[in-house]
Each structure stands twice: as C-alpha cells, then as structure tokens.
C-alpha cells in the first residue's frame, strides 16, 4: 500500500511538472515551498521502506539463535542445508517436548520417609526395662525374735522417655515411669519439664516436674544412696540458672510447691517421723539453690541449700558433693544435713539429722565395673534400734553394647548395721542382682 501511494505521488509530481502547455497557456510548476511540503512527507515512507527489512532481518537473527540453543538442549540439531522454515523447526520442538517422559511424582513411601528422618533429627526416644532379683536373711529387721530369710522377682523400673527439640533454643522432656510393676503396677510421669537454653549465652530456664537441682546422687549400684533415699526432691518448680561452660561454672536459683523434702525425709523409714496432725503447706514457699564448679577434666564440686515451710518452723537442709574421675577409677563423696528443723511433735525438741556416702570405682577392663560403697547416718537421738552405717559391694558387667543400646548385669552386697539396745535385729545382709536394658 505504501508503494502504491509513492507511485501515485511521484505519477502526480512529475506528470504535472513535465506536462506540454495546453494551447498557448502553460501549466503551473511546483514551488520551492511544495517541493519541501513533498519531500517532507516521502522522506520517511523511504526509510521506513529502506530499515525495515534490516531490522525483520536482525529479528529473525536473534530469534534463530535462541531457537538453535533449544534444539541443541533437545538433542535436534538441523543440517546447514535444512530448508525448514522457522514455523516447521519450532513444531518439531514443541513434538518433541511433548513425547518426553515427565517427571515422576514422588511416591507416597518416599514422602513418608522423608517426613520421618525429619522427625527424628528431632525427636530423641530414650527407655529402660530392668528385671530384679533381691535375697535378705531377715524378712523384719526390725523384730528381733524373727531370724528368716526372703527373696523377691520383680519388674524393678520400666522408663520411656522423649526428648523433642521444639526450636534452637527450647526443648521439652517426658519421662514415664513404672516401679515394682509385680507389687502395686504403680505406672507415672516421673519427670515432665522444658529448657530455654541458648549456646554461647549464659542465662538459661528450666520450668515443670523434674528431680530438682538438690544433691548429686552418684551412684554405681544397683541402691540408690542414702543421701537420695533421704533428700531427692523430685516436685514441680522454675529454675533459672547461669551457666559459664569454659569455666565450668552453674549457679541457680530453684522455687517449688509444697514441702517436698520433709515429707520425703519422714516416708523414707528412717524414724523421723513428722507430726500426723501437720498439714502439708501447697504454696510456692520453698526454694532451692545450688552451685557447682568444674575444679579440672572430670572433677566436679557442688553445694546446694534448701529451705521448706514446716510445723512452726522452717526446715533448711544444706549439702555438698565431690566427683572425680580420673585412670579407670571413680570417686564419689555426698552429705547431707539438716541446718534447721521444726521441733518433734513427740518432746517438741529440734532434732538435725544428717546422712553421708563415699564410693570408690574402678573399670578393671571394657565390660567390667567394680565398687564399693560406705553410707552413714545421724538421726541426732537416740540411737537405738536407728541405721547407724552401711556397706556395699558392686560390680556392673556389659553383656552387649552398641551405639544406642547396652545390656548390664548388675550384682550388689550390702551390709546394714543398726544401733544396738532396741527391739531390732543389729544387722541385716542383702543381695541384689538386675538385669538392665537401656536404649
């Protein structure tokens, strides 16, 4: 059309301009002013005509090359001499993308594995099951006209736990327990509680039920010690504490309900009763706090003091612990004792009762583990027919150990002597064994 139009204005100048006279009167020629008019106007039809096929050519170019880089990514690579047009060369890659295999979806089984790692790189399971077998040669060492002996089968403990790191800074613990499943299948949550802990910060929180920090309670037998017989403190409460790692510093502040520790020392069997007519404070009035120091590599010394409401007075009780381990040997050393206590509902006297214990291990070789044990204590009365001392004999050997799983036997002697003058026997020999999993 824009030649048609150039043709039809060039006819029109130059058959004007060229055109005999009519008769004797000649026409009219063009101006100067015209000319421009006319220039003006068909100067950029002419290089619009003139540009356009260098630019339709450098297009085609560019759209030639990007269409050569997708042929040679899918394999097609057209001869020289191809004659194929454009059009026929972009149908054979769309045939091509068509007929390729699409990717496959991934399968269910895939999925589920996946989402289960990812689960356990955050989800840590933990459990015991321990069987015991218990002989003494006194059914009642507290009746003297009886000199029997018994013996006992029994599910000791039976532990699942589960530690779920919920974020960076927060973890959350559970602990499921059961005890003498044989005699009173008595099944609970031993320990449920959470961590706000960061790395390279000091300041840390531990918050829920758990055995709170009050004593150390080493122990390489099958008994638990008398300090943890006496003082465990195992209640709801809120730790805040202050950690400094390259020093091997941890202090911390602990409060908790109730009065945990005097009812522990009153139930334990000991003689030290608490009034009957006492009752038991709920209110978060106790506390606890605790200090330990890393002296060297495996040595570790600690205090703790505890303070409960009790029967008109406060019931303080402070304590300290030594562990080192050094060689193939282990060192253990706790006490325990009353700073200040309510008076006895039957004198109404105070009376500072205080418990200790020493054990010395040694790993003869990989799988064996050899102890012995001393434990003391002072009710601070009469002493007649109370625990005055006992001594233990230990050894722990790995039938099968892997990287989450050991199997023990365990074997434990223990001698108790008791204060004479009283109605109970003077001593008492027992015999433990216990086969342990861990996992």
Known sequence: ????????LFSAFFCHVNTPTKGNTPMKRFSPCQMVLFLAFCVPFLLGFAVQPVLALGSDSGLEQRLLKIEQALGLQPDAASVLTLEQRISAVEQQLASAPKPAAPKEADTLSHAMDSLSDRITLSGAVELDYSHADDADPADNTQNDSNSDLDIGTIEIGLEARLHEYVTANVLLKGENLDSDNKIFW?????????????????????????????SLFINDPITQDLYEINASGATAGFLVSSLGLDISGTLYRGETLMNRVGETGYGLDRNPSHTTANDVNSFIVNASLALVDDMTLSAFFSSEPGDGHRNTTLGSAFHWEIADFILDAEYIGALGRENHFSDNREYREKAWTASLGYQIKEPLLIAIRYEGFDADKGQAGFLEYRYSLGATYTL?????????LMGEYRRSEYAPGGSTDPDLNEFFTRLALEF
């Open 1 to 8: 059309m824009g030649s048609e139009l150039l043709n039809t």
């Open 400 to 408: 099968f150990e892997s990287k989450n799983f050991a199997c023990n």
């Open 190 to 218: 031993d320990e449920v509680f959470f961590t706000l802990a960061r790395d390279n910060y000091p300041l840390y929180f531990v918050g829920g039920k758990r055995v709170q920090p009050f004593g150390a309670f080493e």
